[in-house]
Protein backbone atom coordinates (compact mmCIF):
# COMPACT_ATOMS: atom_id res chain seq x y z
CA UNK A 1 0.00 0.00 0.00
CA UNK A 2 1.19 4.09 -0.68
CA UNK A 3 0.24 6.30 1.61
CA UNK A 4 0.08 10.11 1.60
CA UNK A 5 0.05 11.81 4.97
CA UNK A 6 -0.15 14.95 6.20
CA UNK A 7 0.37 17.38 9.44
CA UNK A 8 3.39 14.45 10.19
CA UNK A 9 5.31 17.25 12.21
CA UNK A 10 2.29 17.24 14.61
CA UNK A 11 1.27 14.80 17.12
CA UNK A 12 -1.51 12.90 14.96
CA UNK A 13 0.15 12.76 12.09
CA UNK A 14 3.75 11.80 13.07
CA UNK A 15 1.48 9.00 15.68
CA UNK A 16 0.49 7.93 11.69
CA UNK A 17 3.68 7.95 10.21
CA UNK A 18 5.49 6.23 13.04
CA UNK A 19 2.88 3.32 12.90
CA UNK A 20 3.16 3.12 8.92
CA UNK A 21 7.02 3.24 8.89
CA UNK A 22 6.52 -0.38 11.24
CA UNK A 23 4.22 -1.44 9.44
CA UNK A 24 5.03 -4.10 6.13
CA UNK A 25 1.91 -3.40 4.30
CA UNK A 26 2.42 -0.13 3.75
CA UNK A 27 5.48 0.06 0.92
CA UNK A 28 5.54 3.97 0.00
CA UNK A 29 4.95 6.94 2.34
CA UNK A 30 4.83 10.48 0.88
CA UNK A 31 4.77 12.94 3.40
CA UNK A 32 3.20 16.60 2.26
CA UNK A 33 4.14 19.33 4.76
CA UNK A 34 4.94 22.67 5.41
CA UNK A 35 8.12 22.14 6.94
CA UNK A 36 10.42 19.52 7.26
CA UNK A 37 9.76 16.41 9.73
CA UNK A 38 13.25 15.51 9.79
CA UNK A 39 12.13 11.87 9.89
CA UNK A 40 14.59 9.70 7.64
CA UNK A 41 13.25 6.68 6.45
CA UNK A 42 13.73 4.49 2.71
CA UNK A 43 9.81 4.17 2.48
CA UNK A 44 9.22 7.91 3.25
CA UNK A 45 9.44 10.88 0.77
CA UNK A 46 8.69 13.97 1.67
CA UNK A 47 7.35 17.09 -0.20
CA UNK A 48 7.62 20.55 1.25
CA UNK A 49 5.02 23.06 0.16
CA UNK A 50 4.31 26.58 1.81
CA UNK A 51 0.47 26.82 0.47
CA UNK A 52 -1.33 23.84 0.72
CA UNK A 53 -4.35 25.50 -1.43
CA UNK A 54 -1.67 25.05 -4.30
CA UNK A 55 -0.76 21.69 -3.31
CA UNK A 56 -1.99 20.22 -6.79
CA UNK A 57 1.05 21.50 -8.19
CA UNK A 58 2.63 18.25 -5.96
CA UNK A 59 1.02 15.92 -8.18
CA UNK A 60 3.62 14.71 -10.64
CA UNK A 61 5.62 13.91 -7.82
CA UNK A 62 3.52 11.47 -6.50
CA UNK A 63 3.14 7.70 -8.29
CA UNK A 64 0.25 6.48 -6.54
CA UNK A 65 -1.76 6.46 -3.58
CA UNK A 66 -4.03 3.98 -2.19
CA UNK A 67 -4.74 5.86 0.91
CA UNK A 68 -4.19 8.94 2.31
CA UNK A 69 -4.37 10.25 5.95
CA UNK A 70 -5.23 13.74 6.43
CA UNK A 71 -3.91 14.60 10.06
CA UNK A 72 -3.07 18.15 9.26
CA UNK A 73 -5.50 20.85 11.60
CA UNK A 74 -5.14 23.39 13.54
CA UNK A 75 -7.04 24.20 17.00
CA UNK A 76 -10.03 27.16 16.68
CA UNK A 77 -8.84 28.42 20.24
CA UNK A 78 -7.26 32.25 19.07
CA UNK A 79 -7.64 31.89 15.02
CA UNK A 80 -9.94 34.18 13.50
CA UNK A 81 -12.83 32.20 11.67
CA UNK A 82 -11.34 33.10 8.33
CA UNK A 83 -7.83 31.30 9.32
CA UNK A 84 -9.49 28.61 10.64
CA UNK A 85 -11.83 28.04 7.81
CA UNK A 86 -9.16 28.10 5.31
CA UNK A 87 -6.92 25.45 6.97
CA UNK A 88 -9.80 23.10 8.24
CA UNK A 89 -12.09 23.56 4.72
CA UNK A 90 -10.42 24.95 1.76
CA UNK A 91 -6.91 23.18 2.53
CA UNK A 92 -8.75 19.68 3.08
CA UNK A 93 -11.06 20.14 -0.14
CA UNK A 94 -7.45 20.70 -2.00
CA UNK A 95 -5.94 17.44 -0.82
CA UNK A 96 -8.98 15.55 -1.62
CA UNK A 97 -8.94 16.93 -4.44
CA UNK A 98 -6.01 15.81 -5.45
CA UNK A 99 -5.61 12.48 -4.01
CA UNK A 100 -8.75 11.68 -6.27
CA UNK A 101 -7.26 13.20 -9.20
CA UNK A 102 -4.19 10.48 -8.78
CA UNK A 103 -6.21 7.52 -7.79
CA UNK A 104 -10.54 7.68 -7.09
CA UNK A 105 -10.30 4.38 -6.07
CA UNK A 106 -8.37 5.28 -2.50
CA UNK A 107 -9.24 5.83 0.93
CA UNK A 108 -9.12 8.67 2.71
CA UNK A 109 -8.96 9.42 6.62
CA UNK A 110 -9.82 12.34 7.59
CA UNK A 111 -9.09 13.50 11.39
CA UNK A 112 -11.80 15.55 12.74
CA UNK A 113 -12.61 15.45 16.24
CA UNK A 114 -15.49 14.37 18.54
CA UNK A 115 -18.58 16.97 18.79
CA UNK A 116 -18.16 17.86 14.87
CA UNK A 117 -21.74 18.35 13.51
CA UNK A 118 -22.92 16.41 10.05
CA UNK A 119 -25.91 18.76 9.77
CA UNK A 120 -23.65 21.54 10.64
CA UNK A 121 -26.10 22.89 12.56
CA UNK A 122 -24.28 23.46 16.01
CA UNK A 123 -24.03 26.87 17.74
CA UNK A 124 -19.96 26.22 17.60
CA UNK A 125 -18.65 27.17 14.98
CA UNK A 126 -15.60 24.72 14.66
CA UNK A 127 -17.83 21.99 14.53
CA UNK A 128 -19.98 22.87 11.47
CA UNK A 129 -16.76 23.80 9.67
CA UNK A 130 -15.44 20.32 10.68
CA UNK A 131 -18.88 18.95 10.01
CA UNK A 132 -18.66 20.17 6.49
CA UNK A 133 -15.45 19.20 5.48
CA UNK A 134 -16.39 15.88 6.40
CA UNK A 135 -19.18 15.59 3.96
CA UNK A 136 -17.03 17.00 0.96
CA UNK A 137 -14.86 14.13 1.82
CA UNK A 138 -17.80 11.64 1.93
CA UNK A 139 -19.35 12.89 -1.24
CA UNK A 140 -16.58 13.23 -3.31
CA UNK A 141 -16.51 9.51 -4.72
CA UNK A 142 -13.45 8.14 -2.89
CA UNK A 143 -13.82 4.27 -2.83
CA UNK A 144 -13.84 4.77 0.88
CA UNK A 145 -13.77 7.32 3.93
CA UNK A 146 -13.57 6.83 7.11
CA UNK A 147 -13.85 10.44 9.14
CA UNK A 148 -11.61 9.76 12.59
CA UNK A 149 -13.37 11.67 15.41
CA UNK A 150 -10.61 11.64 17.71
CA UNK A 151 -10.54 12.73 21.62
CA UNK A 152 -7.93 11.92 24.16
CA UNK A 153 -5.51 10.27 22.60
CA UNK A 154 -1.97 9.63 25.01
CA UNK A 155 1.25 9.74 22.88
CA UNK A 156 3.77 7.47 22.94
CA UNK A 157 7.15 6.61 21.65
CA UNK A 158 8.35 10.07 22.51
CA UNK A 159 5.53 12.06 20.26
CA UNK A 160 4.75 15.45 21.63
CA UNK A 161 1.99 17.96 20.71
CA UNK A 162 3.23 21.04 19.15
CA UNK A 163 1.14 23.25 21.46
CA UNK A 164 2.50 24.17 24.95
CA UNK A 165 -0.75 23.86 26.60
CA UNK A 166 -1.37 20.88 25.48
CA UNK A 167 2.50 19.38 26.30
CA UNK A 168 1.43 20.83 29.79
CA UNK A 169 -1.66 18.80 30.10
CA UNK A 170 -0.15 15.81 28.55
CA UNK A 171 2.83 16.04 31.45
CA UNK A 172 0.39 16.54 34.05
CA UNK A 173 -2.03 13.24 33.07
CA UNK A 174 1.07 11.32 32.89
CA UNK A 175 1.03 9.29 35.99
CA UNK A 176 -2.45 8.00 35.12
CA UNK A 177 -1.21 6.89 31.49
CA UNK A 178 -1.72 2.94 32.71
CA UNK A 179 -5.68 3.57 34.62
CA UNK A 180 -6.49 5.49 31.05
CA UNK A 181 -5.37 2.68 28.78
CA UNK A 182 -8.15 0.49 29.82
CA UNK A 183 -11.15 2.81 29.20
CA UNK A 184 -12.48 2.13 25.93
CA UNK A 185 -13.18 5.82 25.05
CA UNK A 186 -9.38 6.53 25.37
CA UNK A 187 -7.07 5.42 23.00
CA UNK A 188 -3.43 5.36 22.21
CA UNK A 189 -1.26 7.09 19.45
CA UNK A 190 0.02 3.73 17.88
CA UNK A 191 -3.48 2.41 18.18
CA UNK A 192 -4.44 5.30 15.96
CA UNK A 193 -1.74 4.40 13.72
CA UNK A 194 -2.80 1.26 13.24
CA UNK A 195 -6.19 1.80 12.96
CA UNK A 196 -6.02 4.46 10.13
CA UNK A 197 -3.88 1.53 8.52
CA UNK A 198 -6.27 -1.28 8.72
CA UNK A 199 -9.25 0.90 7.36
CA UNK A 200 -7.74 -0.22 3.81
CA UNK A 201 -7.68 -3.53 4.87
CA UNK A 202 -10.58 -3.80 7.00
CA UNK A 203 -13.73 -1.85 5.94
CA UNK A 204 -16.71 -0.77 8.02
CA UNK A 205 -20.26 0.03 7.47
CA UNK A 206 -19.45 3.34 9.98
CA UNK A 207 -17.60 5.93 8.56
CA UNK A 208 -17.35 7.99 11.96
CA UNK A 209 -14.76 6.40 14.13
CA UNK A 210 -14.32 7.56 17.62
CA UNK A 211 -11.97 6.34 20.12
CA UNK A 212 -13.83 3.22 20.94
CA UNK A 213 -14.40 2.15 17.37
CA UNK A 214 -10.47 3.32 16.77
CA UNK A 215 -9.72 0.79 19.66
CA UNK A 216 -11.57 -1.66 17.91
CA UNK A 217 -10.28 -1.52 14.71
CA UNK A 218 -6.65 -1.67 15.99
CA UNK A 219 -7.20 -5.23 17.37
CA UNK A 220 -8.50 -6.34 13.32
CA UNK A 221 -4.17 -5.96 12.90
CA UNK A 222 -4.29 -9.01 14.75
CA UNK A 223 -5.78 -10.93 11.93
CA UNK A 224 -3.62 -9.68 9.58
CA UNK A 225 -1.70 -12.10 7.40
Same mark, same amino acid.
Given at each position: ??????????????????????????????????????????????????????????????????????????????????????????????????????????????????????????????????????????????????????????????? /??????? *?? +? $???? %??? =?????? #???????? /??????? *?? +? $???? %??? =?????? #????????????
Amino acid at each position: MDVLITGSTGMVGKSVLLECIKDKRVKTIYLINRTPSKIKNPKVSELIISDFLKVKELKKKIKNCNACFHCMGITSFGQSSEYYYKVTFEMTKAIADLVHSINPNSIMNYVSGEGTSTTQSSMIYWANVKGKTENYILDKGFKDAYMIRLGILIPENGI /KAKTKVY *NL +F $YMLI %KPF =YPLMKL #IPTITTSS /KLGLAMI *NC +F $YFPS %KNK =YLDNRK #INKLYLADLKKP
